[in-house]
T-cell receptor, first 112, second 113 residues
Framework: DAKTTQPPSMDCAEGRAANLPCNHS???????VYWYRQIHSQGPQYIIH???NNETNEMASLIITEDRKSSTLILPHATLRDTAVYYC?????????????FGKGTHLIIQP | DSGVTQTPKHLITATGQRVTLRCSPR?????VYWYQQSLDQGLQFLIQ???????AKGNILERFSAQQFPDLHSELNLSSLELGDSALYFC????????????FGPGTRLTVL
């Protein structure tokens, strides 16, 4: 799986969009970008994933650059409940026969 | 609520003891994963079962073992416990081997005294 780089922490004001970057410059053509988050000591929660097109669901949007070397997770209207550690994970599609490799992630703090 | 359940929520035991953690996957999910989260090691994959068979191993110690039963629930057995085994243990499930979308349970907090 490709290595990812994320800032250790970020702040965002409540109600604003939170933009979390992730660098994955060694990503291969068959590797997907996944985002999970973990709210304090709870089980990690799946957010979104994509291959090369931008994706949106009810939780967030995922923007992947054209060269696929970086991506941004966007939480459009952050709330206090979005304070969590966000993990960007890159792995081969259909690689369900293995566990996820979590890095240190980005600790996002939503300020009131 | 992810649909994955884990019991017990908390477990306190002594060094040298053996414990069993239990996980029930989401309805219909065939794959179960176990993870350990400690303060110094972060979230680490331990082992995966798919439809009753072991499929992948991560950083699982020889003192630890797991199994998945015909009803698809899984148990993680930890023996000869050491202080360093104190951690959060998460179970996750996914519907098949073709997806990387895993749904995590609330975890079991193990404290070894």
């Amino acid at each position: 799986d490709a290595k990812t780089t994320q800032p250790p922490s970020m702040d965002c004001a409540e109600g604003r969009a939170a933009n979390l970057p992730c660098n994955h410059s060694t990503i291969s053509g068959n590797e997907y970008v996944y985002w999970y988050r973990q709210i304090h000591s709870q089980g990690p929660q799946y957010i979104i994933h994509g291959l090369k097109n931008n994706e949106t669901n009810e939780m967030a949007s995922l923007i992947i650059t054209e060269d696929r070397k970086s991506s941004t997770l966007i939480l459009p209207h952050a709330t206090l409940r979005d304070t969590a550690v966000y993990y960007c994970i890159v792995r081969v599609g259909g690689g369900g026969a293995d566990g996820l490799t979590f890095g240190k992630g980005t600790h996002l703090i939503i300020q009131p | 609520d992810s649909g994955v359940t884990q019991t017990p929520k908390h477990l306190i035991t002594a060094t040298g003891q053996r414990v069993t953690l239990r996980c029930s996957p989401r309805s219909g999910d065939l794959s179960v994963y176990w993870y350990q989260q400690s303060l110094d090691q972060g979230l680490q994959f331990l082992i995966q079962y798919y439809n009753g068979e072991e499929r992948a191993k991560g950083n699982i110690l020889e003192r630890f073992s797991a199994q998945q039963f015909p009803d698809l629930h899984s148990e993680l057995n930890l023996s000869s416990l050491e202080l360093g085994d104190s951690a959060l243990y998460f179970c996750a499930s996914s519907v098949s081997l073709l997806t990387d979308t895993q749904y995590f349970g609330p975890g079991t907090r193990l404290t070894v005294l």
